[in-house]
């Protein structure tokens, strides 16, 4: 059972170009959300999605955009880097259901220079 | 406005001493409170939860107590291990009347073991 997986693991950009984060769960979890985690500060929330074909803004979603084609898949995309982008992404999905935890990726680690 | 703090900012103890890491929040409406351990190179994962009834649970060497009235909570490891070295961070649910709950996270305590 891989939970969640994230790629790539890490990712260097020149400002300006484009890529997408990828996110799988196999945990068929309704919710998935990307996050930041910055140096000193608390993991920000940047999308989310509450179910396959819908996304919603978070925190920070300046810059970012999602896609959530399949309920397995969450994309995170980035359509033109820029060095305030560096950070680490982590991807999570959660059940709907109860109290129940995030389920964390192990993170992709991005910087734009 | 919803806020999260913890502390210490980072901790180094002794092998085998015990410690306990600090959490306070400004939250409400309060649904739950998570303790999560992050290793190093690592996604978060979750040690315990506590709801607005309940005061401490326990997970194998790990207790955390909730004082709602105070808004703080708590995070003791007794008998220190090596593998305990992570980032512990505090997150905090918010009820709200969509179907998604808000979660704040708090920025982590760091703590080394060190032998």
């Known amino acids: 059972n891989a939970g969640v997986t994230q790629t790539p693991k890490f990712r260097v950009l020149k400002t300006g170009q484009s890529m997408t984060l990828l996110c799988a769960q196999d945990?068929?979890?309704?919710?998935m959300y990307w996050y930041r985690q910055d140096p000193g500060m608390g993991l920000r929330l940047i999308h989310y999605?509450?179910?396959?074909?819908?996304?919603a803004k978070g925190e920070v979603p300046d810059g970012y955009n999602v896609s959530r084609l399949k309920k397995q898949n969450f994309l995170l995309g980035l359509e033109s880097a820029a060095p305030s982008q560096t950070s680490v992404y982590f991807c999570?999905?959660?059940?709907?259901?109860?109290?129940?935890?995030?389920?964390f990726g192990d993170g992709t680690r991005l910087s734009i220079l | 406005k919803n806020q999260v703090e913890q502390s210490p900012q980072s901790l180094i103890i002794l092998e085998g001493k015990n410690c306990t890491l600090q959490?306070?929040?400004?939250?409400?409406?309060?649904?739950?409170l998570r303790w999560y351990k992050q290793d190093t190179g690592r996604g978060p994962v979750s040690l315990t939860i506590?709801?607005?009834?309940?005061n401490t649970k326990s997970n194998g060497r790990y207790t955390a107590t909730l004082d709602a009235d105070t808004k703080q909570s708590s995070l003791h490891i007794t008998a220190s291990q090596l593998s305990d070295s992570a980032s512990y961070i505090c997150?905090?649910?918010?009820?709200?009347?969509?179907?998604?709950?808000?979660?704040?996270f708090g920025p982590g305590t760091s703590l080394s073991v060190i032998p």
């Open positions: 999570a999905s959660s059940s709907r259901v109860g109290n129940q935890p995030q389920h």
């Open positions: 945990m068929n979890h309704e919710y």
């Open positions: 999605s509450v179910g396959e074909g819908t996304t």
């Open positions: 959490c306070n929040y400004t939250v409400s409406p309060f649904s739950n």
């Open positions: 506590m709801t607005f009834s309940e």
């Open positions: 997150v905090v649910r918010v009820t709200m009347k969509t179907s998604y709950d808000k979660v704040i």
